[in-house]
C-alpha cells in the first residue's frame, strides 16, 4: 500500500467510501467532500493536509485529512479518515494514523486532537482512536443535535 497527497483521481473514490454504511449523514459527506475539493484547487494552503491510501494498481482504499489547529502552536485536529469496506481489518486505518502521527511529529506538533459522534454508528471509530492510544477528554452534550453529544479525543505525541 502507498500513502500518497490526494490528487484529482481519487475525489470520486472518496466519494463512493463516504457513502458506504450508515456512519456518514449527507450534510457531513458534503462538507468532507467540499475539504477534498478545497486541497485540490489550493494545494500551497497548509490548513487541510489530505492523504490517500492507494492499493495496487490504482485502487484508494482510504483517505485522511489533518492539520494544524488555527491558533494553537503546536496542536493538530485530525478531521476525516475514512476505509473502504472491502479494507476492513486490513491495516489500513492504522496505517493512515500512524502515518498522520509521523508528519505532525515532524511538524514539531505534540498532541492531535479528532472530534467524533455519541451515536451508535460511530462506534466503531471511537473504539479505533481508543485503540491506537486517543483518549476522550471531552463530552459535549447535545452538540450536533439532541442526544448526538460530541465526543473529542487527544492523543499526546
Not at 18 to 34: H, N, R, S, W, Y
Not at 83 to 112: P, Y
Amino acid at each position: 500500500m502507498l500513502i500518497r497527497p490526494l490528487e484529482l483521481k481519487d475525489r470520486d473514490a472518496i466519494a463512493r467510501i463516504l457513502c458506504q454504511g450508515d456512519t456518514f449523514t449527507e450534510k457531513e459527506i458534503q462538507v468532507a467532500l467540499e475539504l477534498v475539493d478545497d486541497v485540490l484547487k489550493h494545494p500551497s494552503h497548509l490548513d487541510y493536509h489530505i492523504y490517500s491510501a492507494v492499493l495496487p494498481p490504482e485502487t484508494v482504499a482510504g483517505f485522511i485529512c489533518f492539520g494544524p489547529v488555527p491558533l494553537t502552536d503546536d496542536s493538530f485536529d485530525l478531521y476525516w479518515i475514512a476505509v473502504d469496506n472491502r479494507q476492513f481489518k486490513n491495516g489500513i486505518g492504522s496505517r493512515l494514523v500512524a502515518f498522520m502521527e509521523d508528519i505532525v511529529r515532524g511538524k514539531a506538533g505534540r498532541q492531535i486532537y479528532v472530534d467524533t459522534s455519541s451515536t451508535p454508528p460511530y462506534a466503531a471509530a471511537r473504539s479505533f482512536y481508543e485503540k491506537y492510544g486517543y483518549r476522550i477528554v471531552c463530552v459535549l452534550d447535545d452538540f450536533y443535535r439532541h442526544g448526538d453529544h460530541k465526543v473529542q479525543f487527544q492523543k499526546k505525541l
